[in-house]
């Protein structure tokens, strides 16, 4: 079996112990009102559930909120697919591969565009400055992640073409361990391990993807909870978008509770949240658009089996009201 194949062995069964670990909502509903099952990184939801401001407000519509961690966003979709969970937080890229595969998803809400969040990086001492010389070097990557778009699109924007790219695709650890050993000639990466390589091997930036990708952060629901619990869905909405106001006036505090979060040092968080642009917004005509080129790059690619639809995921439930 392959590395990749065994990391996604693993990651399927985290999932499938989340599912069962959290009751069902038809259990929950038949005496005791209403349930929310958040599935949630390591990432802004973790400070969302940390504050527990959202059992407050929910208490008393009769809406009880159980949450489940998970180790990545295809995870968290595979759960949602299964019925496990309501709500989630996750990447441009893994809701295309969810919506390829026929869950039943639906968008809430959107971040602002992070672009600076995600950039190519070379060793420090490298003779690369420009990405016009990235043509045939050994690149590595998530493969069917965000920064896959983000290099296709960015030899693109520099007048290199697809056949120029030399993609190994290597999960984050096994590319740092190449980065570091120098098998590879750059590797495209997203904070905050971005950030990490920075402070630790001086990894020098080569390319972000300002003017090239946007990076948002999507917020999910499936299509029948989201019809049936819009109340509950523009309460969780409205928590977030007060977390985001806290953190854009707060960075210092924001830094240091990311950083026990993540298990970093401080200096990594507070580089990564200098890159990080704060706020919530309604999916519109022209973010589902974004979502619908970055699916046809991938159908391109073949890296999905069929092409997607992003505006059958579309939902509109969500009142966005000034804090």
Do not use: C
């Amino acid at each position: 079996m392959t590395p990749a194949l065994m990391t996604r062995r693993r990651l399927l069964q985290a999932g499938a112990a989340a599912a069962i670990a959290v009751p069902s909502l038809a259990m929950f509903t038949r005496g005791h009102g209403r349930l929310l099952r958040i599935g949630h990184q390591k990432g802004y939801l973790s400070l969302l559930r940390q504050r527990r401001t959202l059992e407050q407000r929910l208490a008393p519509l009769g809406v009880a909120v159980r949450w489940t961690e998970f180790p990545a966003g295809p995870v968290q979709l595979e759960a949602l697919n299964a019925g496990a969970i309501d709500f989630g937080d996750v990447g441009e890229a893994p809701p295309i591969f969810a919506q390829a595969a026929g869950a039943p998803l639906a968008y809430i809400a959107a971040s602002q565009h992070r672009p600076q969040a995600e950039a190519v990086v070379v060793p420090r001492h490298s003779p690369i400055t420009r990405v016009q010389q990235l043509r045939g070097k050994r690149i590595a990557l998530n493969k069917g992640s965000n920064v896959h778009y983000f290099i296709v699109k960015l030899f693109e924007h520099h007048g290199l073409r697809q056949s120029d790219l030399n993609l190994v695709y290597l999960s984050a650890a096994d590319a740092r361990a190449a980065f570091e050993n120098g098998a590879i000639d750059a590797w495209v990466i997203w904070d905050p391990i971005l950030a990490g390589v920075q402070r630790s091997l001086q990894a020098r930036i080569l390319a972000d993807a300002t003017g090239v990708a946007g990076n948002r952060a999507y917020y999910f629901s499936s299509h029948d909870y989201a019809a049936g619990n819009a109340d509950i869905l523009a309460i969780v909405i409205d928590d977030i978008r007060r977390i985001d106001h806290w953190a854009a006036a707060n960075r210092s505090a924001l830094a240091a509770e990311l950083a026990a979060l993540w298990g970093l040092p401080l200096p990594v968080s507070e580089l990564a949240e200098t890159r990080t642009t704060y706020g919530t917004v309604a999916i519109t005509a022209d973010i589902l658009a974004e979502q619908q080129r970055i699916a046809d790059t991938f159908l391109a690619l073949k890296l999905i089996p069929r092409p997607v639809r992003i505006a059958e995921a579309a939902t509109a439930i969500v009142p966005m009201v000034p804090l």
